[in-house]
């Protein structure tokens, strides 16, 4: 849907989304600059990057699907004021493609997930000429976006490039530290054990990069929908391999989940919830889990413990809410 449209649909004057210009933030800039990204994850690099240099909004919050998410009246007017746009891109935000693609003839707007290198990411067949986009998934990957975001920040506020830089080095730094505990954790899962059955398939890249088998009921997509032979298929896997934990996703129903715990159930395979995983948003504001480090380092945590292996009920930095 053109920008123009979307005025139209939603009683703006065209003026109020594409009458301003982006502009770099001087020195004589008082106040922080306005920052929107979309996803919760994207917001996080963001606030851990420019620090009081800038206000962060994010339009999806927790449990928000970002898949099936558009944008609201109240998402133009931020985006219409904001100095900076931050949005995923390969196809993550579908329903907001169209749009961001236009709005970024005509304001500051990145897609700070097309900085990856293409060759890093995993195709689908059933989106051809797509990749997956769940690639803050492996903390590795998710750096190349960190310095997407620090370089749109300095793009936007040259001023602010020193501060930027080294906020930048800082979270990279903890990220790595993630990325050890994530290796020590996950080896200690038993080989027959690893594999990851969840609500929908957004933990490739994390199976990719730890060495687990990932099988997810719906698509790379929510709005793919799960037929019946595909949780039949499921519940034979499930059976087969006597798979003893599922997992369900915080911004997914879990009506499928249960389907395949019923089918195993008929056929005489006792199966867990292993748990809630944080897929494509990120816990609560103000928690631990509402970051980007304790978010995964909660999938981490929980997927080890539930599968057999050995990691502390608290996590990384003992921060968890609760034990896994």
Same mark, same amino acid.
């Given at each position: ?21 982006? /502009? ?15 996803t919760s994850m994207i917001?996080?690099a963001a606030r ?102 620090? +370089? ?21 730094? +903890? ?38 088998? /990932? ?19 499921? /519940? ?60 995964? +380092? ?27």
């Open positions: 849907m053109s920008l123009r449209r979307i005025a139209r649909n939603f009683g703006f004057a065209l003026a109020a989304v594409c009458g301003f210009v982006a /502009v770099s933030v001087t020195a004589a800039s008082a106040k922080p600059i306005d920052v929107v990204a979309t917001a996080d851990q990057v420019a620090g009081d240099r800038a206000k962060v909004t994010a339009l999806m919050g927790p449990g928000v699907d970002p898949h099936s998410y558009r944008q609201t009246r109240s998402d133009i007017a931020a985006m219409a004021r904001a100095d900076l746009v931050l949005w995923h891109g390969l196809y993550l935000e579908a329903q907001l493609e169209e749009f961001f693609l236009d709005l970024e003839k005509r304001r500051n707007v990145i897609a700070v997930g097309e900085a990856i290198d293409k060759s890093k990411l995993l195709s689908h067949a059933q989106y051809k000429g797509r990749y997956d986009p769940h690639v803050w998934m492996n903390p590795k990957l998710w750096e190349t976006v960190v310095l997407a975001v620090r +370089d749109a920040l300095i793009k936007t506020d040259p001023e602010g490039e020193v501060t930027y830089r080294a906020n930048a080095d800082k979270h990279i730094a +903890d990220i790595e530290k993630l990325i050890t505990y994530m290796q020590l954790v996950t080896k200690t899962v038993p080989e027959k054990s690893r594999v990851l059955l969840t609500a929908h398939d957004a933990f490739s890249y994390f199976g990719r990069g730890y060495d687990f088998e /990932v099988l997810g009921i719906q698509g790379i997509s929510t709005e793919s929908e799960a037929g019946l032979r595909r949780v039949e298929e499921l /519940v034979d896997s499930i059976v087969d391999r006597k798979i003893a934990a599922v997992f369900v996703e915080s911004s997914v129903p879990e009506r499928n989940v249960r389907a395949l715990i019923e089918g195993a159930a008929a056929r005489g395979q006792k199966v867990e919830i292993g748990g809630t995983l944080f897929s494509d948003a990120m816990g609560e504001p103000g928690t631990y889990e509402g970051t980007y480090i304790g978010m995964i +380092d909660h999938n981490a945590t929980l997927i080890t413990r539930a599968l057999g292996g050995d990691a502390p009920a608290t996590g990384m930095q003992g921060k968890l809410a609760t034990g896994s």
